[in-house]
């Protein structure tokens, strides 16, 4: 059985509906946007959300569109259904304000409704609760959630699984990071994309289907420091096991604006040498590190339900049936995901 997306949410500085992202890419237009918290409207009532802070509403905004988008009905409490995300730096809101706590000498006095936020896995906690999801559930720390929750999909482990990821906006945290950065061009943005995974050939409509997945560690992450020049070889290992026998017609690549850019371009046009390279969307979308390949992974499953490439990353309207994603995390791993029409 395939495993099938059928179901996008995101959370972007492009905007929150697909379709308002979609006609954002169309037209090639940059956000244009403040190095700020991103407008977050979740769909709930607020008496639910007030113990949650920005890093679960981000968590959980993304979900309820994925899960929205599915256009499925679904049973309360629902065992059936997995929650696995990933973030990069957490919620380092939280984090940081609980230290401040600690570090001024009143540890007893510190909020316990703080303290709970800390926990990494703590937005998807609240996102089962509120969404009344019983099954599969974890948080990594960067990694690929999409091929972890495709594993455990092809073990029936559960019937459909909402995975992706997330980072928040966090000022002092970015302004480190542009600062360190290995000139890196693109704006950093808060984001949080989430896919919903389901296994059938036809028994929903689907975006797209995922048909391979690959990953090397690159030692180092290139929006904070250059590679080696082995860096080519390492892309090469995670396309290697990703790509067996289909070619994918497109690959939409890393491209936050940094040396690394350079060395993905060279192997991918090297494997791929009929392939449609397609850069420029992170000028648009903006760096957002943790959430950054989830993002990816939610636009090139748009652009295969649409058939084609948007116009504003391609020069003229491409038709492809076949696309091959690429990311990378804050750990330093290189990840790939072949995705199919």
């Not at 906690?125 to 509120?130: K, M, P, S, V, Y």
């Not at 599969?136 to 459909?160: E, F, Q, W």
């Not at 890196?184 to 059938?200: D, S």
């Not at 560690?217 to 070889?233: I, M, T």
């Given at each position: 059985m395939k495993t099938v997306i059928t179901g996008i949410g995101m959370i972007s500085a492009l905007g929150d509906d697909k379709d308002m992202v979609w006609a954002a890419l169309e037209a090639g237009k940059p956000a244009a946007r403040q190095r700020e918290a991103l407008p977050l409207n979740v769909s709930l009532p607020p008496a639910k959300l007030r113990r949650m802070n920005r890093y679960a509403k981000l968590c959980l905004g993304a979900s309820v569109r994925a899960l929205q988008d599915t256009g499925a009905e679904r049973e309360e409490d629902d065992f059936s259904i997995g929650t696995i995300f990933s973030t990069g730096y957490r919620g380092i809101t939280s984090n940081l304000k609980f230290c401040h706590e600690v570090a001024q000498g009143n540890p007893d006095l510190c909020s316990p409704t703080e303290f709970t936020r800390t926990v990494?896995?703590?937005?998807?906690?609240?996102?089962?609760?509120?969404?009344?999801?019983?099954?599969?559930?974890?948080?990594?720390?960067?990694?690929?959630?999409?091929?972890?929750?495709?594993?455990?999909?092809?073990?029936?482990?559960?019937?459909?699984?909402?995975?992706?990821?997330?980072?928040?906006?966090?000022?002092?945290?970015?302004?480190?990071?542009?600062?360190?950065?290995?000139?890196?061009?693109?704006?950093?943005?808060?984001?949080?994309?989430?896919?919903?995974?389901?296994?059938?050939?036809?028994?929903?409509?689907?975006?797209?289907?995922?048909?391979?997945?690959?990953?090397?560690?690159?030692?180092?992450?290139?929006?904070?420091?250059?590679?080696?020049?082995?860096?080519?070889?390492?892309?090469?290992?995670?396309?290697s096991q990703c790509v067996q026998d289909e070619i994918p017609e497109a690959v939409l690549m890393c491209d936050n604006g940094t040396s690394f850019d350079a060395a993905e371009a060279e192997t991918v046009c090297r494997r791929f040498p009929n392939s449609i390279a397609v850069s420029g969307l992170k000028s648009m979308l903006g760096e957002t590190l943790g959430a950054s390949f989830a993002l990816s992974i939610c636009i090139g499953a748009l652009c295969l339900k649409k058939g084609r490439l948007p116009k504003g990353l391609s020069r003229k309207e491409e038709k492809i049936s076949s696309i091959l994603v690429t990311g990378l995390d804050t750990a330093g791993n290189y990840m790939c995901m072949l995705l199919k029409r």
């Open positions: 990494p896995n703590a937005c998807v906690g609240q996102t089962c609760i509120l969404l009344k999801l019983k099954g599969v559930s974890t948080m990594l720390t960067a990694g690929n959630p999409i091929a972890y929750s495709k594993l455990l999909l092809s073990r029936g482990k559960a019937h459909g699984i909402l995975t992706g990821s997330l980072d928040e906006f966090h000022d002092e945290l970015f302004s480190l990071i542009e600062n360190a950065s290995a000139g890196m061009k693109a704006p950093l943005y808060e984001g949080a994309g989430v896919v919903y995974l389901t296994c059938g050939e036809n028994s929903e409509p689907a975006y797209c289907s995922v048909e391979g997945s690959g990953i090397s560690s690159l030692g180092q992450y290139p929006v904070l420091e250059k590679l080696d020049e082995n860096a080519g070889e390492l892309i090469e290992q995670a396309l």
